[in-house]
């Protein structure tokens, strides 16, 4: 009787271990990243700017590259509040073949402006992926991809466009009026500026989208487009340059 009691307990005992081994244990995971900067810069405010004032040219590329369009300057990630980045301290896992169906998009999307020929651009894009994509969470094609297709669903000339800003080196605009306008298309992003290195004032440099963590699409930045180094203050609203194409910039 005693053995049959033994065997029983031992029977139910053996059940419980089946049952949890059966059963999944979820574990909350926190993503590696709260969301991405994906960062359009505008090519004529690279190149006039007070910080480019020892290159006598900024090369703009000829592979069907408009010269007054955004462009890719990278993808950045952050976590909690800060920009997450210094990733090549790691070391390098850039794997240059992986970017060839893309580089006819990047040469295109991602140009490096400093570069002397466009076959340099790889070196631009191993430098991001190294600093930035590193930490992404995404493999390093996926990074690509994701940064290209979100800027592409976002056409920024065409969003100041409609409402009556266009490239102009001589009359400025205001800075709520660039803020207006991308609100009003259900965009919410930081406004960069720098110098203009003629005239020092205050120009439309770049435009930080603010993308979800994985990648999956662009969402607001806040609760109201902000500003990063375009002076003014809560009560001054300040003059901003949206310079136009500036020849003496030309191919190299």
Not at 198 to 210: D, G, N, P, R, S
Request: hydrophobic share 35%; with cysteine.
């Amino acid at each position: 009787m005693m053995m049959a009691k033994e065997a029983t307990t031992c029977m139910i005992v053996f059940a419980l271990l089946l049952l949890c081994v059966s059963v999944p244990i979820v574990v909350s995971v926190e993503p590696e990243v709260d969301f991405h900067y994906l960062v359009a810069s505008w090519p004529p405010s690279f190149c006039n700017n007070t910080e480019n004032k020892a290159r006598k040219v900024c090369f703009l590329p000829n592979l069907g590259f408009r010269y007054e369009e955004f462009s890719i300057h990278g993808m950045w990630p952050q976590k909690g509040g800060d920009s997450v980045g210094n990733c090549s301290n790691k070391g390098s896992d850039y794997v240059n073949g992986k970017m060839t169906p893309l580089q006819p998009t990047l040469d295109k999307l991602w140009p490096d402006f400093k570069a002397s020929t466009e076959r340099l651009f790889w070196v631009f894009w191993k430098s991001e992926w190294d600093k930035h994509g590193r930490c992404s969470g995404l493999e390093q094609k996926k990074y690509f991809q994701v940064a290209v297709d979100r800027f592409q669903e976002q056409d920024l000339e065409k969003i100041l466009r409609l409402s009556g800003i266009r490239p102009n080196s001589k009359v400025t605009v205001k800075l709520s009026k660039i803020a207006a306008a991308f609100t009003s298309k259900g965009v919410i992003p930081v406004i960069h500026c720098n110098d203009n290195k003629i005239t020092k004032a205050k120009q439309l440099f770049e435009v930080y989208l603010c993308v979800e963590a994985d990648g999956s699409k662009i969402v607001p930045c806040g609760t109201s487009v902000s500003s990063k180094n375009c002076g003014g203050s809560p009560r001054i609203d300040p003059d901003i340059l949206y310079p136009v194409y500036d020849p003496k910039f030309k191919s190299v």
